[in-house]
RNA sequence: UCCUCAGUAGCUCAGCUGGUUAGAGCAUCUGACUGUUAAUCAGAGGGUCGUUGGUUCGAGUCCAACCUGGGGAGCCA
């Protein structure tokens, strides 16, 4: 008898009976009784189990002994339709091997909810709930649909070094990389260390951004983007925070700030209708989930709307957008800044925002996402482009609701004169940056870019509240198990 | 890093103002029963009450420090 190999989501997409087959997979839970055993089998390809079916007369005692939950079996049997309720078909098995046991009594995944704080402690073991299966593959299909995106529209993906030389990005604390000896590092004559004898003869770092270098594909390739891994060696321990995390960054040539938001705004609303599509039965299972967590918070927490009404209503709404200016005039303006409700209230131009009042905006005043632009050149970066007015440059943030700034972008200083006089107020160092003013030097020309945090995004998507939730292993001050 | 809450069985939690042998549900094991659906019913095993020190005749309960985790803030994506 030949059995083909199939994998249960694809199985079940269409039901054949009579064909024999041979599924692989996890137990998830065992039903046993004198007449009939039952199998509820997963191998991580959709939500659904496929029910196995076991006469007990025709399998050993021993083996069917071993068939706990967690074990992983191979099922050769008949699909046959399903005598009981939850399910159309089920595999009347005819052999089954343990491929490997499961001790039940330290087994940590039961059938029975777990709360996400003890996931997290057995993040090797929770690809096999289906909270974190249905997470994964939604992380699998955003990621594919990033490519897609980009690819539709010509964009080049460039991959950006991940050991950088530059510490003048100024996006925070770095990762040093180093072969060095550490307990006794080779030091100059001022007790510093001496980084020339290092492995790359100079000091190095962890990548922060690849926003730089993206900066000059784009001004070869047009339009390019970088999807990899970032590093950050802040002390931040938040719902929204990793050490380890990863950016999509499009940089395109010949973009002011205008069309940078308009791809922004479109990317994002492709995504979510990617998702939409392609993960409705994972999102449908992710709803629920996050529907029953809501009734546990405040009233005054809760959203107004389901996950997937959400993410509807960001396809079917047009971003808000307004300048950081026309923001300080309505928080200003706003009843928590009059009734001094706010931590930090509002009181002149060109402080700058606060988790608090950015949740205000997005959350209560406008109720959908918006694009702030137009910042204080105090408060952003040395290479975004300063505005006629001397004081504000052309920087755009994106918030969400629940999860704050999602992306951050700019056009781009490209003007010579402007950037280096930027660089010396903000004391940036420009010799290690020689090859970045380089592209400005020969050929230069109006570019624009931003950067979309993709766990942050994942959040969104997904409804979990913790960062940690929606990447395989998080890495966070102090964790960095698995 | 700061603020705040928590740490009791494998998991989720109860244990009132300090008072004998520390409880429940689920999970596990044993048995019964049943085409079952997080099956059901009966029984059993399972705890240095986060760690260290202190107060007290007596501490799971009070105090201090530390460790770990959650939430919030800052930094940001």
């Known amino acids: 008898m030949v059995y083909k190999k199939i994998k249960i989501k694809r199985l079940l997409s269409d039901p054949v009976s009579g064909q024999n087959i041979k599924v692989n997979g996890w137990v998830r839970t065992k039903r046993e009784s004198k007449n009939v055993v039952f199998v509820a089998l997963n191998d991580g390809s959709g939500l659904a189990n496929l029910q196995i079916v076991a006469d007990p007369g025709k399998f050993s005692e021993l083996l069917l002994k071993d068939i706990t939950t967690?074990?992983?079996?191979?099922?050769?049997?008949?699909?046959?339709?399903?005598?009981g309720k939850g399910q159309q078909v089920e595999l009347q098995a005819e052999s089954?091997?343990?491929?490997?046991?499961?001790?039940?009594?330290?087994?940590?995944?039961?059938?029975?909810?777990?709360s996400l704080e003890f996931l997290r402690e057995i993040a090797h073991l929770r690809p096999r709930t289906n909270t974190f299966s249905a997470i994964y593959r939604i992380r699998h299909a955003m990621i594919f649909a990033v490519h897609q995106f980009f690819n539709e529209k010509g964009f080049l993906n460039i991959h950006t070094p991940i050991i950088t030389a530059s510490d003048a990005?100024?996006?925070?604390?770095?990762f040093r990389v180093s072969t060095l000896d550490p307990k006794n590092p080779p030091l100059l004559e001022d007790g510093t260390i001496d980084f020339s004898l290092d492995f790359f003869e100079r000091e190095t770092n962890l990548t922060v951004s690849g926003q730089l270098e993206a900066e000059l594909g784009a001004l070869a390739l047009s339009e390019v983007y970088t999807f990899g891994p970032t590093f950050r060696a802040e002390n931040s321990n938040t719902t929204r925070h990793?050490?380890?995390?990863?950016?999509?960054?499009?940089?395109m040539a010949f973009y002011d700030l205008e069309d940078n938001m308009d791809l922004a705004e479109e990317f994002l609303k492709y995504l979510i209708r990617y998702a939409l599509e392609k993960c409705a039965e994972d999102l449908e299972f992710l709803n629920q989930r996050a529907a029953e967590e809501e009734m546990s918070r405040?009233?005054?927490?809760?959203?107004?709307?389901?996950?997937?009404?959400?993410?509807?209503?960001?396809?079917?709404?047009?971003?808000?957008?307004?300048?950081?200016?026309?923001?300080?005039?309505?928080?200003?303006?706003?009843?928590p800044n009059r009734k001094k409700k706010f931590q930090f209230l509002i009181e002149r131009w060109g402080t700058d925002l606060q988790s608090e009042h950015e949740?205000?905006?997005?959350?209560?005043?406008?109720?959908?996402?918006?694009?702030?632009?137009?910042?204080?050149?105090?408060?952003?970066?040395?290479?975004?482009?300063?505005?006629?007015?001397?004081?504000?440059?052309?920087?755009?943030?994106?918030?969400?609701?629940?999860?704050?700034?999602?992306?951050?972008?700019?056009?781009r200083e490209e003007r010579m004169d402007q950037l280096r006089r930027r660089m010396?107020?903000?004391?940036?160092?420009?010799?290690?940056?020689?090859?970045?003013?380089?592209?400005?030097?020969?050929?230069?020309?109006?570019?624009?870019?931003?950067?979309?945090?993709?766990?942050?995004?994942?959040?969104?998507?997904?409804?979990?509240?913790?960062?940690?939730?929606?990447?395989?292993?998080?890495r966070t001050p102090g964790n960095a198990d698995f």
């Open 298 to 335: 405040r009233q005054e927490d809760r959203y107004e709307l389901s996950l997937i009404e959400r993410l509807k209503f960001v396809i079917d709404n047009n971003f808000e957008r307004i300048t950081y200016t026309e923001a300080i005039q309505i928080l200003m303006e706003s009843k």
């Open 169 to 174: 990005e100024g996006a925070g604390e770095m």
């Open 96 to 114: 089954i091997e343990v491929l490997g046991k499961s001790d039940p009594d330290s087994y940590p995944l039961q059938p029975k909810k777990h």
């Open 424 to 474: 010396q107020e903000m004391e940036i160092n420009a010799e290690g940056l020689w090859w970045y003013l380089d592209t400005r030097k020969f050929g230069t020309a109006p570019h624009s870019g931003f950067g979309l945090g993709f766990e942050r995004f994942l959040q969104f998507i997904t409804g979990m509240n913790n960062i940690r939730d929606v990447i395989p292993f998080p």
């Open 359 to 411: 949740r205000y905006l997005v959350e209560k005043h406008f109720r959908k996402p918006v694009i702030l632009s137009d910042y204080p050149k105090e408060i952003k970066a040395f290479y975004m482009r300063m505005n006629e007015d001397g004081i504000t440059v052309r920087a755009m943030d994106i918030l969400f609701p629940g999860i704050g700034e999602i992306v951050g972008g700019s056009q």
């Open 70 to 83: 967690g074990a992983c079996i191979s099922v050769n049997g008949t699909l046959v339709e399903s005598h």
């Open 242 to 251: 990793l050490a380890e995390f990863w950016m999509i960054e499009p940089e």
